[in-house]
């Protein structure tokens, strides 16, 4: 399965909570690639904490694939690389978790027929070697989310289950924004379709994830409500409203992902020490990222109607 994770804005939470389903799913035995597809800022290494490729590869990386200079994108393993102690010393059951980078300072690249052949190749070799391929893309109408609407419509890649979040943070804007580079002007389905993608059937493979979202319960303030808790949980209340008016017919959000202090100080995978670091919250994360890597697979979540 391949997912695709994108966002309207930039800075949603993408790249992070990407990187701890990523996490999440290797914890329990799938193995799992990681693709770097943010060609104009390749910093998915950060978050597993690479730090020798925290802003890509110096040669051999994604840019270097797709534009035809190499015969093979390097991967990097993570369990192996990451300075984070807590990822290197894992349980031997776990899956392999693999990161494949873009090069450094690559820089944004329009795509034509070559790189959406070698994108769908790409994509091709992970999806046989891997349970589950994660594509970070670019946030907005992108390059890169150009490229993976076009490699997935190519009849070699019909075959293959891809399904899409759209990363949005809890306001507004972001909704709007969110259901605006799916639904909109050269957006996610009518570029899909443009390509050749099936409209009924693809926005069925969509989902909206609600990032970095304030906790709404009573429990820092005792037993009730305070009036400001209340105050949190109408504009809650107003922004589900409004969100369910959006989309009449089904259910397309998964999530939500707190708003957690150890991602917003550290950008980085949430493990069984950061639960010990910050208790109640660092566990609510953890349990958020954990439902959300079990539900790329759980086809009840992804049925329409
Ligand atoms: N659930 C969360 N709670 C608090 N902070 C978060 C949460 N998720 C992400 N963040 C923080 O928000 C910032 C942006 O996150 P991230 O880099 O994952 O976003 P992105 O959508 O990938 O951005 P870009 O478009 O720049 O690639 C980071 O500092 C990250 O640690
Ligand atoms: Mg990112």
Redesign the pocket.
Known sequence: MIIFAT?D?????????CANIAYRRALAGNDVAYVDF?FG?P?AAA?FELAATARGVRTRGLHSFLQGRIAEPTRLDVWSLSQRAALRQGHPDRGRLCLVPGDKGGGDFPVGGIETKRCAELLLTLEEEFDVTIV?L??GRSYALDVSLRATARPELRHVLTRWLV?HRWTRQHVLGAVDLVHGDRGILRTGVQWGHDEAGFSGRIRYVP???PPLDASESGSRDSEYGVWRKARDAELKAMTAQLHPHHEVLMGP?????I??W???VITDEDTIVSPGVGEQ?ARAFTSLAHALTDNRKWAFG
């Open positions: 966002s804005q930039g800075g949603t939470g993408r790249s992070v909570t943010d800022s910093t978050v970070d670019r946030a990363f990032t970095a979202v992902v707190p708003l957690d202090p991602l917003l550290q950008e980085r994360t």
